[in-house]
């Protein structure tokens, strides 16, 4: 009898439970693609390429840095949409080595500043200036929102790491999509107003993600 209560206290608990589509990272990565390339493809198109992409071919630190960026874009998209998954033990930190070889622009734009009179300081100071710096971070928002539904939707156990996170991700994909309209080839204009758009970015998804990442 009591067997039957426990069977039947079971069965009614069970009852009005549905089945839950498992989370894959594919359409995680699809929502991000999406951003991503979707924002890039606007841009490029209200405002133009730059001019020497005709040639299909950037300049050498031009493409140095795009590909930096970009890696750590791809790293910090790939840990947060791990973050989104259940599991126990999951290592999330291997962004942190993509940002740290990303140190490399501003460590070599300092030897350039100091090692090149004003030279390097002018030219940070033409073209775009601000307005770089501004449309990096805006342009990262397709890939902030994405990965913030994501994760909105599965609560991840520490949205303060989350938020860091997804500013980091959402940085360097606005960052690699100015380099396609910026026509800049200035390694210090290129540290101080495209790439600055990750430690920007990073900073405003700590402070204003981690309290719409919780339960």
Request: glycine share 12%; net charge positive.
């Given at each position: 009898m009591k067997d039957a209560s426990i069977d039947d206290l079971i069965d009614g608990l069970a009852s009005d439970l549905k089945p839950v589509r498992p989370r894959r990272v594919v359409?995680?990565?699809?929502?991000?693609?999406?951003?991503?390339?979707?924002?890039?493809?606007?841009?490029?198109?209200?405002?133009?390429?730059?001019?020497?992409?005709?040639?299909?071919?950037?300049?050498?630190l031009s493409m140095l840095a795009f590909w930096l960026l970009a890696a750590a874009g791809v790293a910090a998209v790939w840990s947060a949409l791990r973050m989104g998954l259940p599991g126990v033990g999951r290592d999330y930190g291997g962004w942190r080595w993509a940002v740290g070889a990303l140190l490399a622009l501003p460590l070599a734009a300092l030897f350039v500043f100091f090692g090149e009179a004003h030279d390097p300081a002018e030219a940070a100071q033409?073209?775009?200036?601000?307005?770089?710096?501004?449309?990096?971070?805006?342009?990262?928002?397709?890939?902030?929102a994405a990965l913030?539904?994501?994760?909105?939707?599965?609560?991840p156990t520490s949205p303060t790491r989350a938020g860091w996170v997804i500013g980091v991700a959402a940085g360097a994909a606005g960052a690699t999509i100015i380099a396609l309209l910026c026509s800049s080839d200035d390694l210090v204009h290129i540290t101080l107003w495209h790439a600055s758009a990750v430690p920007f970015s990073a900073i405003a998804g700590r402070l204003i993600l981690p309290r719409f990442l919780r339960w």
């Amino acid at each position: 009898m009591k067997d039957a209560s426990i069977d039947d206290l079971i069965d009614g608990l069970a009852s009005d439970l549905k089945p839950v589509r498992p989370r894959r990272v594919v359409r995680g990565s699809l929502w991000v693609a999406a951003g991503w390339l979707g924002v890039g493809a606007l841009l490029v198109g209200l405002f133009g390429r730059r001019h020497d992409l005709a040639t299909g071919v950037m300049p050498p630190l031009s493409m140095l840095a795009f590909w930096l960026l970009a890696a750590a874009g791809v790293a910090a998209v790939w840990s947060a949409l791990r973050m989104g998954l259940p599991g126990v033990g999951r290592d999330y930190g291997g962004w942190r080595w993509a940002v740290g070889a990303l140190l490399a622009l501003p460590l070599a734009a300092l030897f350039v500043f100091f090692g090149e009179a004003h030279d390097p300081a002018e030219a940070a100071q033409r073209g775009f200036d601000i307005h770089c710096l501004a449309q990096g971070v805006v342009s990262g928002l397709g890939v902030g929102a994405a990965l913030f539904l994501w994760l909105r939707a599965s609560a991840p156990t520490s949205p303060t790491r989350a938020g860091w996170v997804i500013g980091v991700a959402a940085g360097a994909a606005g960052a690699t999509i100015i380099a396609l309209l910026c026509s800049s080839d200035d390694l210090v204009h290129i540290t101080l107003w495209h790439a600055s758009a990750v430690p920007f970015s990073a900073i405003a998804g700590r402070l204003i993600l981690p309290r719409f990442l919780r339960w």
